[in-house]
């Protein structure tokens, strides 16, 4: 069975720090992209960013671009998503997800096994 298990969410003041991780089992991913995708209430779920299966592409929303780092580490099945200078506009329950193989991709329907999620809450 496929599970994939975020963690590393939690209450932080905007401008602080945070990472998550999401780890893998029931199978390996790592000739497969990675993403997390981002959930705010009242919201549709978004794309935040995703790491090609070998972590030499990566790609980032926008908002994120520049303050949130995407890394994997294939021998533990698990990708992290590092997250510096936090803002109110963050706040969501973050999900991991594995995205195709052939490259990295924004869309949320090129995704198929999808974590729990991990609540990110940022204050001001």
């Known amino acids: 069975q496929v599970q994939l298990v975020a963690s590393g969410g939690g209450l932080v003041q905007a401008g602080g720090s945070l990472r998550l991780s999401c780890a893998a089992s029931g199978r390996t991913f790592s000739t497969y992209s990675l993403g997390w995708f981002r959930k705010a209430p009242g919201k549709e779920r978004e794309f935040v960013a995703a790491?090609?299966?070998?972590?030499?592409?990566?790609r980032y929303a926008g908002s994120v671009k520049g303050r949130f780092t995407i890394s994997r580490d294939n021998a533990k099945n698990t990708v992290y998503l590092q997250m510096n200078s936090l803002k109110p506009e963050d706040t969501a329950v973050y999900y991991c997800?594995?995205?195709?193989?052939?490259?990295?991709?924004?869309?949320?329907?090129?995704?198929?096994?999808w974590g729990q999620g991990t609540q990110v809450t940022v204050s001001s």
């Open positions: 997800a594995v995205g195709p193989a052939a490259s990295t991709s924004y869309y949320l329907y090129d995704y198929t096994y």
């Open positions: 790491i090609s299966w070998a972590g030499g592409s990566t």
